[in-house]
């Protein structure tokens, strides 16, 4: 009987620490990590844009103003990033495909409001906090402290 009892935690010593090791992230877990970080950092270092649109018409050389281009850029790469994670990886489960495309979608979205339509007396609706609400679902992230109204002036 012991035999048997030793030969049983002999082989159980050599199984479960196997079995208890912790799984190494796939390259794709940590690209889809480092999305989460910087659609969360994004989002939380350009609210000041994609929530206060600027109207090309009352701009100089009826530009948009450079801080707003770069944060335009850099909503829309990261959307482009989301797109790319979901069209590459072989996750077998469909629905985190789905998540990145319509976060992809809603970066994208975020992108493009940075401006009004042309000469428009525009004031602010909720559609891009709607757009930042469902990235922040769909990738699970949380934000503690409201986001920030305008960054020309008083909020």
Do not use: W
């Amino acid at each position: 009987m012991d035999a048997i009892l030793s030969f049983i935690s002999n082989i159980l010593a050599a199984i479960l620490p196997s079995l208890v090791k912790k799984k190494e992230p796939t390259e794709i877990d940590k690209r889809y990590e480092k999305l989460r970080f910087d659609v969360a950092e994004a989002l939380d270092l350009y609210a000041c844009y994609y929530r206060d649109p600027v109207d090309l018409a009352k701009q100089p050389d009826h530009k948009l103003p450079q801080e707003y281009v770069t944060a335009s850029k850099e909503l829309r790469k990261l959307g482009s990033t989301a797109s790319a994670l979901a069209a590459t990886t072989k996750r077998k489960n469909p629905s985190i495909k789905t998540k990145l495309m319509v976060v992809s979608g809603n970066l994208t979205g975020l992108s493009n409001s940075m401006c009004t339509p042309y000469n428009c007396s525009y004031t602010y609706d909720n559609h891009a906090d709607v757009r930042v609400a469902e990235i922040r679902k769909q990738l699970d992230i949380e934000i503690e402290r409201p986001l920030r109204r305008s960054c020309r002036g008083a909020e």
